[in-house]
């Protein structure tokens, strides 16, 4: 019988790296959409590859993208949690948004 590889491991994969850049870019949001996507998409594979696990040949790149997401998930809620805090004690998002503008000048972006 011919292997198969399966459908979802690579976009899972790319969405789980994804998640770390998103975390940061987006105050952690950003990550936990992508992570949380890339969880669903391994959660999907692996039921089909225990409904028939000699016709796939990818397993292992499953297991690395199951916890490359997982990965992603936690850091991505830790920055939105710290973001929210930080937004709590800095005085709301105004200020927030103004020392974000402070930082962009800074770096000339």
Known sequence: MEQQKLPNVTISLVLG???Y???CCSSGIGGVILSGIA????NKDKKMLEANPEIYE???????AR???IIGLVLAILTL?????YI??????DAYMDQQRQAMEQMGI
């Open 39 to 42: 969880l669903y998409l391994v």
């Open 81 to 85: 949690v710290g973001s929210v805090i």
């Open 17 to 19: 790296i994804l998640s």
């Open 58 to 64: 990818n397993a292992s790149q499953l297991n690395t």
């Open 21 to 23: 850049i998103a975390c």
């Open 67 to 69: 916890i490359i997401a």
């Open 88 to 93: 709590i004690t800095l005085g709301g998002v």
